[in-house]
């Protein structure tokens, strides 16, 4: 574990990467507290300002401070997308690796159904599972889970496919354990590393689609200081104040640079080349 | 008999020349003769889905709609009924029969003449609730339409009614021909056979409605415009883009944080009136916690009204008392504005049992998003008395089908009407088509109810003052804002006047002026 | 490519159409709130709901209304919008027609600047180009479509005024004015292409130039210009193709926020009107169409991937 994390920071991406993710993990847990302001806190003769020593990023149409809402939606943020990632690889994985483990006709019909989900594009499954779950961050992370799990489905079934052939499979089927303790206790701890890998990458996915969500107003709702919808209410204060829009367009893309890199450096951390 | 004629119309359009003339682009625009032809392009921030004018819903349809068909009558900006279709009209004394003489020799797009038959069968399509036509609530307690001969029509009322002639104007009350109107109206989906001062060109509902003007049109000197091509800017900045750099002439609406960019345009005038159009705060006053006056009235004291005006509509507005008449209305009576008192909302919280605060979810449809901008600000504006808001916010459809009419506290959105009677018995007495508060107050509903059958104006305005102010003490919703009418025109636009009701617009007294683009 | 194959193809992509539209038909059934309420709004009454329902036939068991719909799309006839009342095909088509002509523009324009920023950044791997091509193209793919359009939109509609904000003209009415309307999305569309291509191509790229293959061409002498034209980026483009057709499905999830954003009345935004009116045949057709189109680029990029690679083979 810590020659895989050494190699890990030795990456440029790896070393960026755990930065920048480890920075994010720091705002979530001591966000609130750092916060100057109270996130919610209106102030009517303030409205609309620029950067100044008093709001550090400026305020926004109710005269609340943009860096406090920044510092408390980094939890309405990442944290949601996190457990639709964490949702989606668990389905996913699932049903990959059942599928891998059943073979034949049942695996044939379990990934062409895949298939055919994922030819929805994920927005727009994302956008009717939303729609038919309503509108609240948690109905997004559903929403953003289930849109995943085919993806990952697929990627856990080639990968479970190789373990299949593993020795030690064969030994728990000549055993005679049941299906369900050898696809939980098995396969799936031996698939775990590329699905790791796969699910830090889609964390940086989930992060944009999220804030997506929300931006189309499917995800948080006001007063919700997640950054996607702060980028949409911004936009339509756009003319009285730029500033707005800036900070949390920034920061959504931070976040997924953080983990793109990280996933990057894990990939080749686990897979060293050359 | 008292009757009403085309001699009494020159009398209201003097009174809002008189008005005009305060502001001077628009005196200067009375002023000068129109001068004929040219291509107007008008934008809206809405397709344009219903061509069909007893079903149109929204105001860039109700544009079209106006463009295409006439009424009996229509509604000037001083909100008094001017003739269109109906020349004259007369009552007997207990207001419940009323007699419309119509105009000789209309004609319909394609060519037909326009005869009391067809006005009787567009009524009878509107009531018949299969129909859907949202004109049904809205026209007045019609009872039955009859035509003792080709230009004349009579309306027997079901109750007395002062307000016909204005309630006859409503949006979606216009006449389409009587074979269309037996035969089936999914016809004018697609097409339009009215008696306006346009005719249809083409119809994309999600892009551009072009038409071109009736010469058929009773009045000789109108429409002033050849065409008029309405196009659809779903953006609002973009909208406004296309006025500042002259590909549009004539904007319908504007929102409130475009208002100031507009303004502050080269070769651009930014208008605004004064509006009845207002968001309020749903009060179930028929369940817990809101059927006590007390909570309402704490609810009511936290609101810094002066400062929602800025929140909710970027200051263009006037604070509201919670009664939904605002001073656009004729009969609006104006009382001292109700001042936040935090210390007072404790107190009444208190005595209605609940000394620790309490808890209550606000819920706002997504559409249109002022309804949210109100409720976050509520929340944190009752705050201090204790009130714990949790805003909800949820598709508009789901909201319909779920919480409006039903739920005890929730954000509504209303235009402006065309009478006090009409927003009163719309949504407050007790057999309000959308008595949605549910106050059922037998005093109020006996006051709008006299209101009805008076003519005498100062009696009537006695009336009218008395139920706002019982609105004002009992709060059965709290009305903080009224928001003004935002448009905006390029400065060769001659004679638009911005309507106050919001769905009026009157393309057909716009003319072009010197500087305006040659369009094909 | 043997006949069955292809008719496994084909069995293959009709069984995704059929998923498809179950999946969107079952969502849709259970959305609350259907399209008579949010056609009368707050002007619904009883009976004007149940005119409507009745109209509409929302008030059949659900597998007769999916029956009538299947029965309907077998003869072409994708049914006629709730909200519009005109019929959705040739809507749709049309709708498609505008994302199509924006995905082409994005997609040509992503490989005239990927492929030679790849081809860059793998030559002069590990140098100063390298690690810029390469942090660009991170910050490209972190960027969601919704805050590069707003950003582009406010630096150059709205501060630089050098393009329309949003907006669409048809090219048939005015050409120059059309592409000035594109330019905006096919930019902001492109971005994250750009991005994730022309790491995909770096990272092939300095595969093959590791295998024995170019080596053995290197010793026979090849100019270094020629092996990595004729030999290296042949091979590397291979995978690339997979990717760019991948890449359509991610094109047509991003045109709904980019066409939403830019007002462009493509196939995205349809959609999107379409889920807000509870439009059922609207959401129905364009589900399926963007499932079609999708399945049917893939197939392509699998024969053009096949042809190719027999090429080289024979090489």
């Known amino acids: 574990m810590t020659e895989l994390f050494r190699r890990l920071l030795r990456t440029p991406q790896g070393a960026l990467g755990t930065g920048i993710v480890l920075l994010v993990v720091a705002l979530i847990l001591i966000g609130p507290v750092a916060a100057p302001h109270d996130p919610d806190a209106m102030a009517p003769l303030a409205r609309y300002k620029g950067p100044s020593l008093q709001y550090w990023l400026g305020t926004d149409q109710y005269g609340r401070d943009t860096l406090s809402r920044l510092l408390y939606g980094a939890r309405a943020t990442v944290v949601m997308a996190f457990l639709a990632t964490a949702l989606g690889s668990i389905v996913g994985a699932v049903i990959g690796t059942l599928s891998a483990f059943l073979g034949g006709r049942a695996d044939e019909a379990i990934m062409r159904t895949v298939d055919a989900v994922m030819s929805i594009p994920s927005l727009l499954f994302a956008l009717l599972i939303a729609n038919l779950l309503g509108k609240s961050s948690l109905d997004a992370v559903m929403a953003i889970g289930i849109a995943f799990a085919p993806g990952m489905a697929r990627i856990t079934r080639s990968v479970a496919l190789t373990v299949r052939k593993q020795d030690y499979v064969h030994a728990a089927i000549a055993r005679g354990e049941g299906g369900g303790y050898i696809v939980l206790r098995e396969m799936l701890p031996n698939v775990i590393a590329p699905i790791i890998v796969e699910a830090t990458l889609r964390v940086a996915f989930a992060v944009m689609l999220f804030a997506t969500l929300s931006f189309l107003g499917l995800g948080a709702q006001p007063p919700a200081p997640e950054w996607g919808l702060m980028v949409a209410e911004a936009r339509r204060f756009m003319h009285l104040s730029p500033w707005m829009i800036l900070w949390p367009s920034i920061a959504i893309a931070l976040v997924a640079i953080g983990f793109n890199l990280l996933g990057d450096g894990l990939r080749d951390a686990l897979n060293p080349r050359t | 008999m008292f009757t009403f004629a085309e001699t009494d119309r020159r009398r209201f359009i003097a009174g809002a020349t008189a008005l005009g003339a305060l502001s001077l682009p628009l005196g200067r625009a009375l002023a000068a003769v129109p001068k004929r032809g040219g291509t107007l392009r008008v934008s809206v921030d809405q397709a344009v889905t219903k061509l069909n004018p007893l079903q149109t819903r929204v105001n860039c349809e109700y544009l079209v709609a106006e463009l295409l068909y006439s009424g009996l009558t229509r509604l000037g900006v001083n909100m008094a009924a001017e003739p269109d279709l109906a020349r004259s009209w007369s009552y007997n004394a207990d207001l419940t029969e009323w007699t419309f003489t119509l105009r000789d020799g209309v004609l319909f797009h394609d060519g037909t003449p326009c005869t009391s038959a067809d006005v009787v069968a567009s009524f009878e399509a509107i009531l018949d609730p299969k129909t859907a036509s949202p004109a049904l609530q809205n026209v007045g307690p019609i009872a039955q339409v009859t035509a003792p001969d080709k230009t004349t029509v009579v309306f027997k009322l079901s109750a007395p009614f002062a307000d016909l002639p204005v309630t006859l104007a409503y949006t979606n009350a216009k006449i389409i021909p009587a074979a269309i109107a037996k035969s089936g109206l999914a016809r004018l989906d697609q097409q339009a056979v009215g008696t306006g001062p346009f005719k249809l060109v083409s119809f994309e509902p999600e892009r551009l409605v072009v038409v071109a003007r009736n010469d058929a049109f009773y009045d000789k000197a109108r429409p002033y415009l050849d065409r008029i091509e309405v196009v659809v800017y779903p953006d609002t900045t973009a909208e406004g883009s296309a006025l500042i750099s002259g590909d549009t002439d004539l904007m319908s609406t504007v929102q409130p944080t475009e208002y100031a960019r507009l303004k502050s345009s080269d070769g651009v005038n930014a208008l605004r009136v004064p509006s009845g159009q207002f968001c309020n705060i749903i009060l179930g006053c028929n369940q817990k916690p809101f059927d006590d006056v007390r909570v309402r009235k704490a609810l009511a004291l936290t609101i810094d009204r002066a400062t929602m005006v800025d929140f909710v509509v970027e200051g263009y507005g006037t604070p509201g008392n919670d009664s939904p008449l605002s001073s656009a209305y004729r009969f609006y009576a104006d009382q001292p504005l109700a001042k936040p008192d935090i210390a007072q909302a404790k107190q009444l919280l208190a005595e209605a049992g609940y000394p620790s605060g309490l808890t209550a979810t606000l819920i706002a449809s997504d559409k249109p998003s002022v309804r949210t901008q109100l409720a976050v600000a509520v929340r944190e504006m009752a705050k201090p008395a204790g009130f714990t808001i949790d805003v909800q916010t949820m598709p508009h459809s789901t909201y319909l089908d779920q919480v409006w009419k039903k739920g005890p506290f929730y954000v509504g959105f209303y235009n402006m009407q065309a009478t006090a009677d009409a927003i009163f018995s719309l949504l407050f007495t007790s057999t309000a088509a959308w008595n949605e508060t549910h106050w059922n107050n037998a005093g109020f509903d006996k006051l709008v109810g006299e209101a009805r059958t008076t003519t005498d104006e100062a009696k009537r305005r006695a009336l009218y003052a008395d139920a706002q102010k019982m609105m004002h003490d009992e709060v059965p919703s709290i009305i903080p804002v009224f928001f003004d009418l935002l448009g905006a025109q390029r400065d060769y636009v001659m004679g638009y006047r911005l309507h106050p009701r919001g769905a009026v617009f009157r393309l057909d007294y716009v003319s072009l002026g010197e500087g305006a683009p040659k369009r094909g | ?315």
């Open chain 3, 1 to 315: 490519m043997s006949l069955s194959y292809l008719l496994k193809r084909c069995g293959l992509t009709a069984y995704t159409l059929v998923v498809v539209s179950l999946i969107v038909f079952a969502v849709t059934q259970v959305l609350p709130g259907d399209a008579a309420t949010m056609l009368l709004g707050e002007n619904a009454t009883p009976a004007a709901l149940a005119a409507i329902r009745d109209r509409l036939g929302l008030d059949a068991p659900v597998w007769v209304q999916y029956g009538h719909w299947l029965l309907g799309v077998l003869h072409g006839d994708f049914g006629t919008s709730l909200r519009t009342g005109q019929p959705v095909g040739p809507v749709m088509i049309e709708a498609l027609g505008r994302s199509l002509l924006l995905a082409v523009l994005a997609i040509g324009f992503m490989l005239t600047l990927a492929v030679p920023l790849g081809v860059l950044a793998a030559v002069r791997r590990g140098r100063a180009a390298d690690l810029l091509v390469s942090l660009v193209s991170y910050v490209g793919v972190s960027l969601p479509e919704f805050v590069t359009a707003t950003l582009f939109g406010l630096l150059f509609a709205d501060w630089l005024q050098w393009l329309p904000a949003t907006g669409y003209v048809p090219m048939t009415e005015n050409p120059a004015k059309s592409l000035q309307h594109l330019v905006l999305p096919v930019l902001t569309v492109s971005v994250i292409l750009i991005a994730h291509v022309s790491r995909m191509v770096r990272s092939e790229l300095v595969d093959v130039l590791h295998t024995d293959y170019i080596r053995a061409a290197r010793l026979k002498g090849l100019s270094a210009r020629a092996v990595l034209l004729k030999h290296g980026l042949r091979n590397a483009l291979l995978p690339t193709i997979t990717i760019v057709a991948l890449d359509v499905g991610y094109l047509l999830g991003g045109v709904i926020v980019v066409e939403e954003i830019f007002a462009l009345p493509g196939i995205g935004r349809q959609l999107i009107v379409a889920i807000e009116a509870r439009d059922l045949p609207a959401i129905q057709a364009g589900a399926l169409i963007m499932a079609a189109t999708y399945s049917v680029v893939n197939f392509a990029a699998d024969l053009a991937y096949a042809a190719l690679d027999k090429r080289i083979q024979y090489d």
